[in-house]
Each structure stands twice: as structure tokens, then as C-alpha cells.
């Protein structure tokens, strides 16, 4: 199955929350796994919309305890490693889709590029070379899955 992380926000407003749902559900929708970092803001809503839609999410944690994850993660990953588990994210994903976020999502998405991971922008980080900077969550997904091998 194809694996897809999502990275972004920790903490989201309303609007950023349903673009992450809505990001999730289609994810799930092309039947693949869902990646994210387990806790809350869009990792939290992307799930949500993963598990809406019948979809299967893994939460790489940073802390010791699978108790810390979202509810809607449904496989959690316990890493002790806090943002160290950045790379095993990132690993462990077939392509990437960063939504808005700071400084842990620009780690996350360096950490991508230099592992030669495709990542598709949607309202991240600017400017930045070989991200695919997407407008909508359907175009987010629909890029992401056009970007695989």
C-alpha cells in the first residue's frame, strides 16, 4: 500500500483543520496508509478524515507513551525520540503533503527533499525548490499520487 505523510501544523484554526480533514479523506479514499506525527492540529485532522473515510493511520510519535497520540491514530508508533522522529517519518513515507505549518514541518520537508521524497505543498512554506505547491486538498492528493513511482 502506498504510505502518505502528512506534516504540518501543530495547532490550526477551523478553515486549516477541514483542509486537513478533507486532505485525509481522500488519502484514504486511493486506499493508501496515512503517516503523520501522531498529535494534534493537522496531524490530528488529517486522521480524522483518514478514519472517516474506513482508512488506516500511523502516528510516529515523539514521546514514550502511545496514550499521547490522537484519538483517531490508529496504529501509534512510540519513538522517545521527539523531533528526531522527523526522519523516521519521512522514511517511512512513499511522498509527502505539507500543510501550513513552522519550523518542525520546514525540518520535515528538508529532511524529504534530501531522502529524494516527493512533497506537495499546500498553504506551507514558501519558495522553497522542488516542493509542489498545490492550491486545494483534491489537487494536493491527486499531486501526490501523480508524483510516485
Partial sequence: MTRV???GAGL?????SALAE?????????KAILYCGGLGGVMEASAKGAVEAGGITVGILPGVKATEANPYIRIPVVTG????????????????????????TLSEIALAL???KPVVGLNTWKHL???????S?????????ALLP
Fill in 5 to 7: 505523510g502528512i506534516i
Fill in 22 to 30: 478533507e486532505v485525509g479523506r481522500r488519502v484514504a479514499e486511493h
Fill in 114 to 116: 534530501k531522502m529524494w
Fill in 129 to 135: 525548490s522542488d516542493v509542489h505547491y498545490v492550491k
Fill in 81 to 104: 525520540m521527539g523531533h528526531a522522529r522527523n526522519v523516521i517519518l519521512v522514511r517511512s513515507c512513499d511522498v509527502l503533503i505539507a500543510i501550513s505549518g513552522s519550523h518542525g
Fill in 137 to 145: 486538498a483534491k489537487e494536493a492528493v491527486e499531486k501526490a499520487f
Fill in 12 to 16: 490550526c484554526d477551523p478553515k486549516l
